[in-house]
């Protein structure tokens, strides 16, 4: 996405948690209001590589709120079919959510859909974008109860969520079947 090359295990997943530095263009400073851009790109959460490791979802907790707590913008990264694995990711970054509104910290989360085929079908997209909110929604209620937080009923109770600004479509990167496909 910012186009940087961390290193990855096994050619799937980053391995940890890796940060780098980015200059910001002068004529981008005065908008953006900063002079860098520090990147922090972590390993999956629920990545397959370290699932049957003992802990493997405290090491999730733990990496997803210290990257949501060193964070101004989060991006969740949702590029998968399957349901219950997208549903335990949530509500692993809800618990991170969590743990930052009680230090009193409104993160920013922005929601990246990939490999979406047809990023002008805005009614279908619109659809997904509530049954992500119903999902956000239903993991939020999980993780409050886990955290004993009984007040928090809705994903907007932890953070200010707009379906319309707060999701991003992008289409497949390849046209056709890599690796001979030419990009997109």
């Not at 239903?138 to 319309?164: C, G, H, P, Q, W």
Request: proline residues 3%; glycine residues 6%.
């Amino acid at each position: 996405m910012f186009g940087l090359q961390f290193p990855v295990a096994s050619g799937r997943c980053t391995r940890g948690a890796f940060m780098t530095l980015l200059n910001v263009k002068e004529n981008l400073q005065k908008k953006l209001g900063c002079q860098f851009i520090l990147v922090i790109d972590t390993e999956g959460l629920k990545a397959l590589e370290l699932a049957s490791l003992e802990g493997s979802y405290e090491h999730d907790n733990e990496l997803a709120t210290l990257v949501v707590g060193l964070s101004d913008v989060t991006i969740v990264n949702i590029a998968m079919e399957n349901t219950s694995e997208m549903k335990d990711i949530l509500q692993i970054v809800v618990h991170a959510f969590l743990r930052m509104k009680e230090i009193g910290k409104r993160p920013n989360c922005q929601f990246v859909h990939q490999n979406v085929s047809d990023v002008s079908a805005h009614e279908k997209n619109m659809r997904d974008r509530k049954k992500l909110l119903e999902q956000l929604n239903e993991m939020t209620k999980v993780a409050a109860e886990m955290e004993r937080k009984s007040e928090i009923k809705t994903f907007s109770d932890v953070m200010d969520y707009n379906l319309e600004k707060d999701n991003w479509y992008i289409p497949g990167l390849w046209l056709g079947v890599p690796p001979m496909a030419p990009v997109n």
